[in-house]
Structures are given as C-alpha cells and as structure tokens.
C-alpha cells in the first residue's frame, strides 16, 4: 500500500543551488498537486496537474517549475533555491473521476531547508 | 475564486468535551469540501467529505460536518473528544472541472486532561 511516495524526506540546500523534489503515485489517478506547508499558512497550492500532459499554477508558483512525467510521477524543481522556500512540501495525487473519486492522498511530506 | 477561511487558530478542550472546529469557504457553485486532520511529522489523512446529498456527513474517529450553503459553511463537530484527537485539522474545498483544492489555514486543537 505505497500510496504516494515522495522523496528525499529531507533535504538542506545551500542559496542558489537547484533541487527537484520527486512524486509518485500508484493508485492510477489523473491528478497530482504540490503544496508547501508553512506555520500559519496552511498549505498553499504550487502547481497542479488535472491530467496527464496539463499542469497549472496555484496559489505560490513563482520559484517552482513541475514536471508531468507521466500519469505516476510529478516532479517539483527549484532552479535557484532562496531561504523563503524552506518549507514542508506535500505531494499528493486524486482520482477526479466523477463525484466519487476527488478525495486527495498525501504523500508524507518532504523537509526542505534553504540556508 | 474560491477560498476557504478557518477562523480559530487554536482551540483548547477538555476531554470529553463537546468540539466544534469552524470553516468558511467561498465559491460561487456547490462545491466538495473535506476536513482532513494532520498528527505532528505526519501527512494529511481524510476524516470526512461533501459532494452531494445529505448535508450532514459522518466520518472516521467519531467526526461529523453539516454543510449549510446559506452560510457557506462546513463546521466539524465531535460530541466527545478524545486526547488522541490532539491534532491540526484543515479544512478545503474542491471544484469540479479544474480538480483544483483549496485549503484553510488549519485549526490547531489541544486537548486537556
């Protein structure tokens, strides 16, 4: 029952450097979301993906590029890591077909630190 | 756009008390909503969910929502809370068409002895 995985779970990274957070899912569904988890903001919505082969901004995009690999796995990147995105970042994956299937899973989460 | 407001940061009961953990969303057609709860390092686990029908829906651990759309709310309750139930608790709201979900701001939840 892996779910959603995400890796690394931890993760320092210097200012400047780049880093790509990776996902993925094995319970066939269409969509998958990044979010970052902040204290006092809740989690906000980077990108997502409705289907494969589309992606979309969310709520914080600036900083982030994503990648659709294909229907199991979405890759978040940071090109120049800034100490704003230290953060917790969550992965998670929904089937979004029809009503029944828009519950979202989550991955456990990934601690990235930018110094 | 839609939004979701969680208005209490933090809430403290005792336990066996009565909970209820608010949540305000904004968006203009019905929307899914879920309150999800989250244990310290973990991730986020579903405790209920609203797409249709019944407005007043039961989840895991004891919880229960009503959604009422004339207040554009979707309040989580528990009649008796348990220390385990320490936690934070998020509540979000869903789109159909863009699969897009938006999240409260969360509500932490501590409870004593």
């Known amino acids: 029952n892996a779910g959603v995985t995400q890796t690394p779970k931890f993760q320092v990274l210097k200012t400047g450097q780049s880093m790509t957070l990776q996902c993925a899912q094995d319970?066939?569904?269409?969509?998958m979301y990044w979010y970052r988890q902040d204290p006092g903001m809740g989690l906000r919505l980077i990108y997502y993906?409705?289907?494969?082969?589309?992606?979309d901004k969310g709520e914080v995009p600036n900083g982030y590029n994503v990648s659709r690999l294909n229907k199991r796995e979405f890759s978040l990147r940071l090109e120049s890591a800034a100490p704003s995105q230290t953060s917790v970042y969550f992965c998670?994956?929904?089937?979004?077909?029809?009503?029944?299937?828009?519950?979202?899973?989550f991955g456990e989460g990934s601690w990235l630190t930018v110094v | 756009a839609q939004s979701v407001t969680q208005p209490d940061i933090h809430i403290t009961v005792s336990e066996g008390a009565s909970l209820e953990l608010r949540c305000n969303y904004s968006?203009?057609?019905?929307?899914?909503l879920f309150w999800y709860v989250q244990s310290p390092g973990q991730g986020l686990q579903l405790l209920l969910k609203?797409?249709?029908?019944?407005?007043l829906v039961q989840g895991i651990k004891g919880f229960e929502a009503e959604f009422k759309r004339s207040q554009s709310s979707f309040n989580l309750r528990k009649p008796s809370v348990h220390w385990s139930d320490a936690a934070e608790y998020f509540c979000?709201?869903?789109?159909?068409?863009?699969?897009?979900?938006?999240f409260g701001t969360g509500t932490r939840l501590k409870v004593l002895a």
């Open positions: 968006y203009g057609a019905t929307p899914y």
């Open positions: 609203y797409f249709s029908g019944d407005t």
């Open positions: 979000a709201v869903g789109t159909s068409g863009t699969y897009k979900y938006i």
């Open positions: 319970m066939n569904h269409n969509s």
């Open positions: 993906s409705a289907s494969e082969g589309t992606t």
């Open positions: 998670a994956s929904s089937e979004n077909r029809g009503l029944s299937g828009n519950t979202i899973y």
